[in-house]
C-alpha cells in the first residue's frame, strides 16, 4: 500500500517560514491535500490539490509537489499556526484514502 | 452553510456494540460521499472508509472490515457508523467527513464534523 512520510516535528519562529514535507513514491503524481488539526478540534483543509486554498484560507499557507515530495509552505508564521498538519492523496491502486503520520508544527 | 453535527461521547464495555450518527445540512445530501475517519489517542488520522450516499455502496479501509458498518436514512439526512464487539483499541475520536470535489475534479474532505469521542473501557 501507499506510504505518505512526514517528520514528527517542525519548529520555526514567528514570522519566519516553516515548510512541511510530505514524501511518497512518485508523488508528483497524485493530488495532495493538506489539513491543519488544533489541539481537541476537527481537520480544517487548509490546502488541496497540492497548492489550491479553500475560501477562507490566507495565501499564507501555499503547497508544491514535485518529485517524491509534497511541501506546505506556511509564510509569515504566527503562533496560531502552531497545529499538527497532515498529508493525503487517493491511492488508486489499492482504492484508499492515506494520510501521513502527521507534523507537529511548534512555533518558538 | 455546510454542517455535520455528531452525536455525543459514548462510554461503552468491551463486546458491546455502539452507534455514531452525523446529521447533514446545507447541502443536498446523496450528491456527496460521507467517510469515516478515525484518531486514536496520540496517533494520527486513519480512514476508515466511506458510503456512497447516492448508490448505498459503502467501501471499507483496511483494518476496518467485519465489525464496522457504514449506513445511513436519507430522510433525515443523517450518516451512521456501527461498530459491533467493541475493543478497548477502538477508544478513539470517530469524524464524519464530506467528500467534495476541486475544481481539478478530484475530490478531498472539505467539511468535517466536531468528532464523537468512543471510549471502550471495563
Known amino acids: 500500500s501507499y506510504v505518505l512520510t512526514q517528520p514528527p516535528s517542525v519548529s520555526v519562529a514567528p514570522g519566519q517560514t516553516a515548510r512541511i514535507p510530505c514524501g511518497g513514491n512518485n508523488i508528483a503524481s497524485k493530488s495532495v491535500h493538506w489539513y491543519q488539526q488544533k489541539p481537541g478540534q476537527a481537520p480544517v483543509p487548509v490546502v488541496y490539490d497540492g497548492g489550491d486554498r479553500p475560501s477562507g484560507i490566507p495565501e499564507r499557507f501555499s503547497g508544491s509537489n514535485s518529485g517524491n515530495t509534497a511541501t506546505l509552505t506556511i509564510s509569515r508564521v504566527e503562533a496560531g499556526d502552531e497545529a499538527d498538519y497532515y498529508c493525503?492523496?487517493?491511492?488508486?491502486?489499492?482504492?484508499?484514502?492515506?494520510f501521513g503520520a502527521g507534523t507537529k508544527v511548534t512555533v518558538l | 452553510q455546510v454542517q455535520l453535527v455528531q452525536s455525543g461521547s459514548e462510554l461503552k464495555k468491551p463486546g458491546a456494540s455502539v452507534k455514531v450518527s452525523c446529521k447533514a445540512s446545507g447541502y443536498s445530501f446523496t450528491s456527496y460521499a460521507i467517510n469515516w475517519v478515525r484518531e486514536a489517542p496520540g496517533q494520527g488520522l486513519q480512514w476508515m472508509g466511506w458510503i456512497n450516499t447516492n448508490t448505498g455502496n459503502p467501501l471499507y479501509g483496511k483494518g476496518f472490515t467485519g465489525r464496522f458498518v457504514f449506513s445511513f436514512d436519507t430522510s433525515v439526512r443523517t450518516a451512521y457508523l456501527q461498530i459491533s464487539s467493541l475493543k478497548a483499541e477502538d477508544t478513539a475520536v470517530y469524524y464524519c467527513?464530506?467528500?467534495?470535489?476541486?475544481?481539478?475534479?478530484?475530490?478531498?474532505?472539505?467539511?468535517w464534523g466536531q468528532g464523537t469521542l468512543v471510549t471502550v473501557s471495563a
Open positions: 493525503q492523496v487517493w491511492d488508486s491502486s489499492s482504492d484508499h484514502y492515506v
Open positions: 467527513v464530506r467528500e467534495g470535489m476541486a475544481a481539478k475534479g478530484t475530490y478531498y474532505f472539505d467539511h
